[in-house]
Structures are given as structure tokens and as C-alpha cells.
């Protein structure tokens, strides 16, 4: 059924009222209104509304009452898409100049360079995905061969991508099909050529979908993955040849309760491209022609009306794609940066404090956090602050530690771990140094998230952040890993210092070092 214009049909009743209007003022001037007159008038008007030659009426209609076509308001909806993605390309830029990773920011501006050449990019991009049995590559061949009249002979098994181009009748931009390596693959190998799949549908306007079957779990997840990232998509069941109708419609009904959510029930389709061959006694076996006529059309339909709007969309995406890599890159770039900056007034607040040891456990929460120390955080993330904001931010931190005795809590940890291992002499300045800076390592990460999240401690506000990062440091992954560091940076120096003739003592056992905060 052919859908109903709307915006035509105002039009058409617009010119219409118009008509009536100027029928009747020149019937009153001229005094001949009667029915003749308005049928003749009418009918004069509509027949120039619907002339193709003839477009005025419509136009000052359109003009007074500001109504746009349909293609109008496409063209407009997609050139504001392609405006959006050129602004998001110059917000990428701006990300890779902030990215010391050399090897990172050439792999990410070679990216944003090239998605920058899609903005203006002739072909429309269509991948062909799906297992490697479900036969993708002879549905290619049968569309080439329908659409273009003749295909390669060399055609087969696809282990790495291969392109085809041709064009479509009607459709100013030629189609770009990529058939892609088979997925769900055991080994190494296969799973490196999905990786590759997965990749170039990530760049498609459109994925053709092809299936043998019932979908596997594996599959439906996949899918649906790439249908929630924006990509349009058409599943085809392929080799309807080798089963029954009710099968078929079987299969089909499966198919549109698994996929409801995420696929019109339009762009499931059956084909057969590659038949089986019928025997033919005394004669040479006939080998019927590809069913594939469905999918053409409804290929045809989407590129018609939709191509454009496909490439604007895919542009889009592949936009954000980026923006979030760029993003993932600078916070990572930020935290390690951020993290060794922890690391350093850490272990500098441990040597003051085993120099000149603190005589009120409590003021232990002002050495664990630094005003210095806050504002060189800041600055990694790209917030300048003054000196007193970085004090206040400071001694926030601090009062939580210790008010939600964090500080206790934390001296009692480090005094159980160490004591017994260490000299009577240099217990308790040992133990001051190293719970300041541990201490200090929670009061950093906890700066960190304040930055991360734009200034913001979030709902929960401080205590909730403070708490979660001082569990988190209690674990004992984190916890092992921090006290074999203090051995190498503050214990083991004094012990040898004081006492050089002492035999080794037992220490934690070796584990990866952490950065976790």
C-alpha cells in the first residue's frame, strides 16, 4: 500500500481553500457565483497543482505557510548530521593534541582523517557478515552477477576481506560490497578474522546479515550489538532451497520473535543463492537460477530512500566511536600521570614524617593530604586552582579520614603488617611514615574522581568517594603490593642504616605492582 503523504495532502486542501476564496470574490465582483464557476475554478487549479511543468501554486503556498517538502526536510536533517560530525572531527583534534602518546595520537588522528574523507565519499558501504558456512560470499556473487551481468570466477572462501563496487539503476552513488571473513571461528585465527569482520561492519552504511538457520546465542548477541550501535541491518536466511515451506515460514516466525526488538520484520528475507543442482536422468544435472529477488528489491528500496541518510548516520557514529576513544585515551593518560604524582608526595610525606615524627596520631590526615600535591592533580586534568582552594580541598579530605576514623583504621593495618617483622628502634617511625603514605595514596585517588567527574564529588558526595577508595586500597592485591614498595622505598634504607649486620627479614611475597589507587 502506497503511504500517504500528509504535508502533500495540506498542500492540495490549501490551494483548494485558496481557490474557493478567489472564486467567490470574483463572483461577487462580477456578480456570477454559481456552482459552474467553482467546479470549472477547482478544477483549473488542481490540474496546475498536479502539472509537473507547473509548481508555482505549491511554492507560494509553501513560501506563506513555511511548509517544507519531504525531501526538503531530509536534505536538511542530513546535511545537519554531516554538520554535527564535522564539528565533532574538530573536537577529536583537540583531543590528540592533548595526547603525549605519540604511537596513540597517530593511530587516532589517522582515524579522524579518514572518517574526515567520508563526509564527502562517493560509495555507499555494504558489508556482508555473517558464519563462514552461511554462504555470504555466493549471495555476493549472485548479486553481481544479477545486478552486473558477469562475476569473477575466482570468487570463494573469504579468509580476509574483499571488495566489490557496481552500481544500482537509479541510484546516483555506486555500492561498495565488502564480503567479511566468517565469525564465531574456533582458534587464534578465527578469532583475529571476526575481530577483522567486526571492524569494517563498524564502518558499513549497511550489514547484510546471512544466516543458514535458527540464530546461535552467539550470534543474536552480536547483532544486536552492532543494531544498538546505530548500524542499519538486513537478515537474510539463506539456502531456503534445502528445506520445505512450512520450514521456511517456520524458521521465519523464529526469526522475528528473536530479532523483534531490534530488525523490521521487512528486512528478514529468504534467498537461495547458490541452489542445489537437480539430476536429471540421461541429461546433464540443471542447475537452477539464484532466488534472490526479494532481497534486490528491498536492497533497492533502503539505498533509494535511506542511502543518504545511512551515510550521515554511519559518519555520525563512527564520529562518536571516536570521540570516546580519544576520551578513553586522555583518562588513562591523566590517571597514570595523576597516579605517579600520588606516588611521589606519598613516599616525600613518609620521609618528613619519619624525620620529624608526629606526636597526635590525628594530624596524620593533615600530612596525608597536600595542597601542592592537589593542585599539581588539578592541573594534569585541566583546572587551574588557587592555593587556598587546594588547601580546602585538602583539609576536606583530611577531616573525613579522620573523623570517619580512616586514619586510626589505617595505622592499626599498617602497625599489624609490620611490627613483628621489624626492629624494636624503628617500629614507630616506620609505621608513621609508611600509614602516611598510604593515606595519602587514598586522599590522591579520591582527588582523582573529584577531577574525573568535573569538579564533583557526585551524589554520594566526599565520605562515599573517601570510603571507596580506602576499601578499595585495603584489598589485598592493592595492600601487598603497596607494602612491598615501602620496603624498597622507606624500610629496608633506614633498617640498613641502623643496622647493617642484621640478617634479612621476611617480607611479603612478590607481587605485580600496582597503580590502583
Known amino acids: 500500500m502506497k503511504k500517504i503523504n500528509t504535508k502533500k495532502i495540506i498542500v492540495y486542501m490549501l490551494i483548494i481553500f485558496s481557490s474557493l476564496i478567489i472564486v467567490g470574490l470574483v463572483g461577487a465582483i462580477i456578480r456570477l457565483i454559481n456552482l459552474p464557476a467553482i467546479f470549472i475554478t477547482l478544477t483549473i487549479i488542481i490540474g496546475i497543482s498536479y502539472s509537473k511543468k507547473a509548481f508555482w501554486p505549491k511554492e507560494i503556498l509553501q513560501t506563506i505557510f513555511k511548509i517544507k517538502s519531504v525531501d526538503e526536510s531530509k536534505s536538511i536533517k542530513i546535511k545537519s548530521k554531516k554538520q554535527a560530525a564535522g564539528k565533532s572531527l574538530k573536537s577529536i583534534d583537540q583531543l590528540i593534541e592533548l595526547i603525549n602518546d605519540e604511537v596513540k595520537s597517530k593511530a587516532l588522528k589517522y582515524e579522524k582523517d579518514r572518517v574526515s574523507l567520508e563526509l564527502d565519499r562517493g560509495d555507499i558501504i555494504l558489508v556482508v557478515f555473517g558464519i563462514g558456512s552461511s554462504g555470504k560470499t ?120 528473536r530479532c523483534s526488538d531490534f530488525i523490521d520484520s521487512r528486512d528478514i528475507i529468504c534467498t537461495s543463492a547458490s541452489p542445489q543442482t537437480i539430476a536429471i536422468p540421461g541429461k546433464s544435472p540443471y542447475q537452477p537460477d539464484p532466488e534472490i529477488n526479494n532481497l534486490i528489491k528491498r536492497l533497492a528500496n533502503i539505498l533509494h530512500e535511506e542511502g543518504e541518510e545511512l551515510i550521515a548516520d554511519n559518519i555520525l557514529i563512527q564520529c562518536s566511536n571516536l570521540g570516546k576513544e580519544g576520551k578513553r585515551l586522555l583518562i588513562q593518560q591523566r590517571e597514570k600521570s595523576a597516579k605517579k604524582c600520588i606516588d611521589k608526595y606519598g613516599w616525600l610525606s613518609s620521609g618528613v614524617l619519619i624525620l620529624t615524627p608526629l606526636p597526635v596520631i590525628d594530624m596524620l590526615a593533615a600530612a596525608a593530604v597536600n595542597a601542592q600535591m592537589v593542585i599539581e592533580i588539578a592541573k594534569i586534568y585541566g583546572v587551574e586552582i588557587t592555593k587556598d582552594r587546594a588547601k580546602n580541598l585538602a583539609l576536606s579530605v583530611g577531616k573525613i579520614l579522620a573523623t570517619m576514623g580512616l586514619v586510626k583504621g589505617g595505622v592499626s593495618l599498617i602497625s599489624s603488617t609490620l611490627s613483628l617483622s621489624l626492629p624494636t628502634l624503628v617500629v614507630g617511625k616506620v609505621i608513621q611514615g609508611v600509614s602516611v603514605s598510604w593515606l595519602t595514596r587514598i586522599a590522591g585517588a579520591s582527588f582523582i574522581t573529584y577531577f574525573e567527574q568535573d569538579q564533583s564529588w557526585g ?52 607481587v605485580e605492582d600496582s597503580m590502583d589507587l
Open 138 to 257: 555466493s549471495l555476493i556473487r549472485a548479486l553481481l552477477k544479477r545486478i552486473v551481468g558477469k562475476v569473477s570466477p575466482e570468487m570463494g572462501s573469504t579468509k580476509t576481506k574483499e571488495i566489490y563496487r557496481l552500481r544500482l539503476k537509479g541510484l546516483p552513488r555506486g555500492i561498495k560490497i565488502i564480503d567479511t571473513p566468517g565469525i564465531l571461528e574456533a582458534g587464534i585465527g578465527g578469532r583475529e578474522r571476526e575481530k577483522s569482520a567486526l571492524i569494517q561492519a563498524q564502518k558499513s552504511d549497511l550489514i547484510i546479515v546471512v544466516i543458514e538457520g535458527d540464530l546461535r546465542s552467539e550470534e543474536t548477541k552480536t547483532i544486536r550489538s552492532l543494531s544498538k550501535s546505530g548500524k542499519r541491518l538486513l537478515l537474510v536466511l539463506n539456502k531456503i532451497d534445502l528445506r520445505g515451506e512450512n520450514e521456511e515460514k517456520r524458521l521465519i516466525e523464529i526469526l522475528n520473535s
Open 459 to 510: 551524589d554520594g558526595g566526599i565520605q562515599e568517594v573517601v570510603e571507596y577508595h580506602y576499601k578499595l586500597n585495603k584489598r589485598d592485591e592493592y595492600f601487598k603490593s603497596f607494602i612491598r614498595r615501602a620496603y624498597e622505598r622507606v624500610i629496608d634504607p633506614i633498617v640498613e642504616n641502623k643496622f647493617k649486620k642484621l640478617p634479612p627479614r621476611s617480607r611479603p611475597p612478590m
